[in-house]
């Protein structure tokens, strides 16, 4: 009986060991499968900004949405900058050079010739393949985005959102200063524009929030916008590349922008958009130009006295294609059929977005939100956005160095348009 015991006790031993050696086996290729799963999942870099003013992550919200359907598979890795757009666009081009450049690059379109060349080297991926295979995803996208982020060929490089609706710019206004002023509504054409401004500045408000850096982008929204409201200036607008600006149009818009600084702070000059936001965020500036996409970054106690109108005229600047986002193409196989999908994704969230908030209890939505739905369906006249019609130069150089002097009287309109066209000249020669 001794040894049957001491045998069977032996053999359950055995047992034992088998089972947790079994028990350990499986739990070592679980953790394998987990470890390898974690590995196959594809990282697609992408550089996103961080607001300086606020410090709200752009395009937060759509990363982490799509991060959460394809956890395993894919993953957008942000790195974040806190930059501001005109200096990430200048490391786009440096990116460029050095061969350092994520997967996916937003506000291409932005810099007309450097996008141009960016196609001409076979930078960046061909999507109207993607997109035409794919019934679902085309039949999200408006006919009108389609065209504008297609080229003359039919080609495309653009990924774009799904709509036009939220590309547009006008103006932010606020209430409480206009009240202040005896202002009850946002003035419906220039002259009247005008003279809101002289009534501001005249009860001791600053009108406008504006800069001269980065494009020169506020100043310039109502420059152009107010150029558009003749035919001839809206033609103009229409233009890409424009051969001359020491005409009519060009000298009209250099007497708008010489005009409109009179209107500033006193910080206006050699500063960026960041500087414009915050004097209008702080109250010491009226109106400010610019997109939907600020009705975002509206701080905490500014939603109910911020407002939105489409500019005098009931013009609205838009543009869907700046808003297209690129693939580089030499990006892996796996990178590119992860931000391919990325893409229709956005797309499909950008569609949702716009149904819900056209269709919902408008309401409960912040003024200005109010305001842009109402600009935008009532029929404005839409107008090209300069930065995706004018050679890189003028913009990126000219307009920083040229209107301080404009404004203050060094040069001449005559003259700031000769520098407009010698901005011509360079871009022809680098082409």
Not at 178 to 186: N, P, V
Not at 257 to 282: C, G, I, V
Not at 386 to 407: F, R, T
Request: aromatic residues 12%; glycine residues 6%.
């Amino acid at each position: 009986m001794g040894k049957y015991r001491n045998h069977k006790k032996t053999i359950m031993a055995v047992l034992f060991i088998s089972c947790l050696s079994a028990v350990c086996l499986l739990g070592c290729e679980q953790q394998e499968v987990i470890k390898e799963t974690k590995e196959k999942e594809v990282k697609i870099p992408m550089i996103l900004t961080v607001n300086p003013s606020t410090g709200k992550k752009s395009e937060e919200a759509l990363i982490e949405a799509f991060n959460e359907e394809y956890d395993g598979r894919w993953e957008i890795a942000v790195e974040w900058s806190m930059e501001t757009e005109e200096d990430y666009r200048q490391n786009l081009k440096r990116q460029n050079v050095t061969d350092t450049l994520p997967a996916v690059v937003t506000d291409i379109r932005i810099l007309p010739s450097f996008y141009k060349k960016m196609i001409e080297d076979g930078r960046l991926e061909e999507l109207s393949q993607y997109i035409d295979q794919d019934a679902e995803w085309k039949s999200m996208i408006e006919p009108v985005v389609l065209e504008s982020c297609s080229e003359p060929d039919g080609e495309m490089y653009l990924a774009p959102l799904s709509t036009a609706a939220f590309s547009c710019s006008g103006v932010f206004w606020n209430e409480e200063l206009f009240s202040q002023a005896g202002i009850k509504t946002f003035p419906k054409t220039w002259e009247d524009f005008w003279e809101c401004c002289d009534i501001l500045q005249a009860h001791g408000i600053t009108p406008l929030a504006l800069h001269t850096e980065g494009t020169a982008w506020a100043p310039m929204l109502l420059a152009t916008a107010e150029l558009a409201d003749t035919e001839n200036g809206a033609a103009f607008m229409k233009e890409l590349y424009p051969e001359s600006y020491q005409n009519a149009e060009g000298y009209q818009m250099a007497e708008t922008l010489e005009r409109l600084f009179q209107y500033t702070t006193a910080d206006a000059m050699y500063t960026d958009f960041d500087t414009a936001y915050t004097n209008f965020f702080s109250g010491k500036a009226a109106m400010i130009p610019n997109g939907y996409w600020m009705i975002d970054q509206i701080p905490e106690g500014w939603e109910k006295k911020t407002r939105f109108s489409a500019f005098p005229g009931n013009k609205l600047i838009s543009s869907p294609e700046t808003f297209g986002w690129a693939l580089v193409e030499d990006c892996e196989a796996e990178v590119k059929e992860g931000a391919v999908e990325f893409f229709k994704f956005r797309t499909r969230m950008n569609m949702e977005e716009k149904e819900k908030l056209f269709s919902g209890d408008r309401s409960t939505l912040l003024p200005a939100e109010q305001d842009y739905l109402a600009a935008y369906e009532g029929q404005p006249q839409f107008v090209p956005n300069y930065q995706v019609k004018w050679n890189s130069i003028l913009q990126e150089e000219i307009l920083g160095e040229a209107l301080p002097n404009l404004v203050k009287g060094k040069i001449s309109v005559e003259e700031f348009a000769r520098l407009e066209d010698e901005s011509i000249e360079r871009f022809l020669k680098e082409q």
